[in-house]
């Protein structure tokens, strides 16, 4: 069978899944850009280090790992093996959207930015972040669209196979593949400072919840599907494909379901250790300084009470000269 663009068909061997990578103009710049950006993380971290300032481990590992995840989708035999097997392409959705994403997010690459940069880049930046074409884009609706109408609208219609056969088109979406993942994914991490759309812990565990029921229904109509996804898969590929997918989203369901419930718990128990702390200082204050009852300290006044054991009062004299 013609694989795309009347390559012929790439048959499976170890061999090719070890040598096989891809080095056109599209992976190759992809791979640039990959570098640079690595560089310019480790550097950032560096000289986090030279002022002092630890930067976690766990998210420059997981950065690297995010970024050797998106080129193994775009350059590696993966790529190559998308021309002739469904599964292949939908291991390249899965590193582009469900993989990389989420450990790029644990990264916070935006916070690292914003710590290492001049002013003048943290104002731009900012100013980013806080515009309205920005809140429209990364609108929980937006990303929805972005992250699963683009995914059906692939894999249930006729573009999948348009995209195989001009690979221009599949590589541009592949990049909105893998932008749709990273609106998706960087609220639900919720390290990088997100001025809209702020997520609590209950609704990130509903959104999870949706897309896993969102995503296997679509594993599901591939498996029942009667044609081959693309003129140059099998139908015992794509339908294979689809078990994958199907699969894959409760492994990533569980993945990304467990970490979030248990920082939500720590959470909680870090509000309650806050509050706690509160009220033994306040027992601590003389009755004269003590807030009234049901009235929690200010931030001000307990920036003020950590420094100096006690809560200055506000001085009459004010309301004695408007007596």
């Known amino acids: 069978m013609p694989g795309m663009n009347g390559v012929g068909r790439v048959a499976f061997s170890l061999h090719i899944l070890l040598t096989r990578w891809q080095w056109g103009l599209f992976p190759m710049v992809m791979l640039a850009v990959l570098i640079a950006i690595e560089i310019w993380y480790v550097q950032g971290v560096f000289d986090l280090a030279g002022r002092g300032r630890h930067w976690p481990v766990q998210r420059t590992v997981a950065f690297v790992v995010g970024l050797v995840a998106v080129d ?18 939908v291991v390249q959705h899965l590193l582009l959207m469900a993989v990389a994403p989420p450990l790029l997010a644990l990264g916070a690459p935006s916070t690292l930015l914003l710590q290492t940069s001049s002013r003048k880049t943290k104002r731009r930046w900012l100013a980013v972040l806080r515009s309205r074409p920005f809140a429209v884009i990364s609108h929980p609706v937006t990303a929805w669209c972005l992250y699963f109408g683009v995914m059906y609208a692939f894999f249930l219609s006729p573009l999948i196979n348009v995209a195989m056969h001009h690979m221009a088109l599949m590589d541009s979406l592949n990049l909105l593949f893998f932008f749709g993942g990273t609106l998706y994914w960087w609220p639900m991490v919720g390290i990088d400072p997100i001025v809209h759309w702020k997520m609590s812990y209950g609704v990130r565990m509903l959104n999870i919840l949706l897309a896993t029921g969102t995503e296997a229904f679509l594993g599901v109509a591939i498996i029942a599907s009667s044609k081959p996804a693309a003129s140059m898969y099998t139908l015992s590929s794509t339908r294979s494909g689809g078990g994958l997918l199907w699969m894959s989203t409760e492994l990533v369901t569980l993945g990304a379901f467990i970490p979030i419930y248990i920082k939500w718990v720590h959470s909680e128990e870090r509000v309650a250790v806050r509050s706690d702390k509160r009220m033994s200082d306040e027992a601590a204050l003389p009755e004269d300084q003590r807030p009234p009852p049901n009235q929690a300290l200010t931030p001000w006044a307990a920036e003020w009470l950590a420094r100096t054991g006690a809560v200055p009062q506000m001085s009459s004299n004010r309301t004695e000269r408007g007596g």
Do not use: C, K, M
């Open 72 to 89: 193994l989708a775009l350059q590696s035999p993966i790529a190559t093996l998308t021309g002739s097997y469904f599964q292949a392409h």
